[in-house]
């Protein structure tokens, strides 16, 4: 989708814009579905299998990205790549368990 008029696409985050003239600058309009954008709502429907899923997906793609702007080997790199051992880490039956009493 393209921009309104005034509004410019905020990377990374399509059908999210922000104001960028006139008296509503700095605003932000988010036209994407709220039944299916990333929302705490919507991330609790899921179980601990999905988030795990994701959140791989998400460290793996900073990561590459990352690699991609600044070479291997940064400080940064390092503390992306300590989380993605933490969450292939993650015994998602528990944490399943753990959160059924939670609820």
């Known amino acids: ?12 985050m399509p ?5 960028v003239k006139g008296e509503s600058i ?5 036209n994407r ?3 299916t954008c990333p929302s ?4 609790q ?7 795990k899923e994701l959140l791989l997906e998400a460290l793996n793609k900073q990561r590459e ?15 992306i790549q300590k989380e993605i051992t933490w969450a292939n880490k993650v015994n998602v039956e528990k944490a399943e368990k753990e959160a ?4």
């Open 100 to 103: 059924k009493k939670r609820r």
């Open 65 to 79: 990205q990352l690699v991609d702007h600044e070479g291997e080997g940064s400080s940064i790199e390092k503390g």
């Open 33 to 35: 579905d709220p039944a």
């Open 40 to 43: 705490l709502k919507n991330l």
């Open 1 to 12: 989708a393209s921009a309104p008029a005034g509004y410019d696409k905020l990377d990374g």
């Open 26 to 30: 700095g605003q932000i309009l988010d």
């Open 15 to 19: 059908g999210v814009f922000i104001c």
């Open 45 to 51: 429907k899921k179980n601990c299998a999905e988030l």
